[in-house]
């Protein structure tokens, strides 16, 4: 590693260059993998919560056995046929109401009603609601009622941090979210236990998903997620390419000092570990201060943004920034290879 640092000191301006880019690189990638799964968490928190056991689910299908949550409403024939494949079966039901927040136009919430507890959710009493922190933040903390059209529910506790469709969640029993949400049908889907066969379903219109097929059945979602995926891939791919340009450039351009090292006895082995550790200490400081960035960015804005910080979105870009850009580097090390020692000698003839 003496040629690797003594490069890094004198060259600290090419270096410094690069570190930057690959801090940037890092920043933007840690950055919007902790906005994905900020915008994942506002999206399907609620059905993920309602999928956190071991049931499957029941929705209704179009011809082509394509599933959509937004217009999913199973009608009475329907669910009583579930119930009949599936004792057990508890039907669950989403919809969107209005909640009066002391504004002329009132907010938007999901009422999400439930025939029994499925996942991590257990229904309140008749009449009641659990109501998430978002509308908690809506109709002001503390308060014991919570007034709807044509009504009012008791506040009966919290139901936690859940969204769905960026909407803040009310949690109500089966029978109340059918007086909530009247053309919501008999329920949205059924959780059934995933020993039942789902070859019982097919006939009524009906399809069974586990549960990530319930949240890939929410068509924002699916939308969103794949887009913002999709431009995360791209940056890892122009993390390694710039990475890896960076230092095939590098390479040819001290390809004779290369040639110099092994003239005097350094073997091509040495010669790699010297290169692929010189584009480590450039990767681990550039990887790492941009994620710790991106991560102070979260923890600060995090209440005004959809933003999480956690293990998959700090420790796993580095991961994946690090592995990427030593491959790109590898790569590039062909001018360091193929140095021929004797062109050293030639030069000093």
Known sequence: MFFALRDLRTARGR???????VLLLSVLVAGLLGLTAGLAHQSVSALRAVGSGDSNFVLPADEDGAVDLDRAALTVDQL????????SAVPVGVARIRVDDGTETGASAV?????????SLTPPSPGEALISTGVD????????ELRIEGGALGVAGSAGDLWHSHTPVIVTDLATWRELAPRGGAATAVAISSATAASSMSA???TVVDPEGLVSSLPSHRAENTSLNTMTYMLLAVTALVVGAFFAVWGMQRR????????LGASTAAVVRDSVGQAAIVLAVGIGTGVGI???FGVVAGGAVPYIVSPATTVLPAALLAVLGLAGAAVSLRPVVTADPASALGALR
């Open 137 to 144: 933040d809506e109709v002001g903390a503390g308060a014991t």
């Open 15 to 21: 270096f410094a260059l690069i570190t930057g880019v």
């Open 294 to 296: 991106a991560a102070l």
């Open 111 to 119: 009422a999400v009603g439930l025939g029994g507890s499925v996942g």
């Open 80 to 87: 009583d046929r579930v119930a009949a494949a599936d004792p």
């Open 204 to 206: 009524a219109g009906l």
């Open 256 to 263: 004779r000092d290369v040639a110099v090292i092994k003239a």
